[in-house]
Nanobody, 129 residues
């Protein structure tokens, strides 16, 4: 298991930008496909974005495509989610997640939470009007 710790959440206004980070303490981080999920009050956890372990293949939920960017740095065992043009509906607790698998789009697109074996504790993002 690779402990994951998210940071960077906060309160912002609609239209603002925010960057989340996910730090891993284990060098095996580089073997994991990494992703971001979010969960709003009263709603199920939903997929946001994923990135292959090489950092070249990415996949986004339609709701964030063109606004959010997922990146990673395997040297520093860190992943980021740059969120631009934030909307009220982006308000949620954001979780980083990881899973083992081939660095391929077919694996990245298995977005249901039960496909992911590692989870962070979450960081709150609140977007106000």
């Amino acid at each position: 298991q690779v402990p994951l710790v998210e940071s960077g959440g906060g309160l912002v206004q609609a239209g603002d930008s925010l960057s989340l980070s996910c730090a891993a303490s284990d060098r095996t981080f580089s073997r994991y496909i990494m992703g971001w999920f979010r969960q709003a009050p009263g709603k199920e956890r939903e997929f946001v974005a994923a990135i292959g372990w090489r950092g070249e293949t990415t996949f986004y939920a339609d709701s964030v495509k063109g606004r959010f960017t997922i990146t990673r740095d395997n040297t520093n065992n860190t992943m980021w989610l740059q969120m631009n043009s934030l909307k009220l509906e982006d308000t949620a607790v954001y979780y980083c997640a990881g899973k083992l698998g081939a660095d391929s789009l077919s694996v990245l697109t298995r977005t249901a939470p039960h496909h992911w074996s590692l989870w962070g504790q979450g960081t709150q993002v609140t977007v106000s009007s």
